[in-house]
């Protein structure tokens, strides 16, 4: 299983950016995906997850309201879409998939100016 995560960049505080991570190898319909970040100096933390059935998702309580965690399973791809977005949110975002293990995606880097 390959994930490949992008979307990432620099935006001005208040700003959005949708991130996106393409799975290939396995279909993904069957299994939850996620969100994490790791900030500089930071432990890696949990942002979003979705269910494979029904789609309920899960959010930190730090970007609940602000991120929406979405997947098209067709496309074998999950979706952030992260709106007024602060310096706070500066981090390195991994997606995943858990399976019997869990795959995580390369990262992609989104860095918020003041």
């Known amino acids: 299983v390959q994930l490949q995560a992008s979307g990432g960049g620099l935006v001005q505080a208040g700003g959005s950016l949708r991130l996106s991570c393409a799975a290939s190898g396995r279909t993904v319909s069957s299994y939850d995906m996620g969100w994490f970040r790791q900030a500089p100096g930071k432990e890696r933390e949990f942002v979003a997850t979705i269910r494979r059935s029904g789609g309920r998702t899960y959010y930190a309580d730090s970007v609940k309201g602000r991120f929406a965690i979405s997947r098209n399973n067709a496309k074998n791809t999950e979706y952030l879409q992260m709106n007024s977005l602060k310096p706070e949110d500066t981090a390195v975002y991994y997606c995943?998939?858990?399976?019997?293990?869990?795959?995580w995606g390369q990262g992609t880097q989104v860095t918020v100016s003041s």
């Open positions: 995943n998939l858990v399976t019997w293990t869990t795959y």
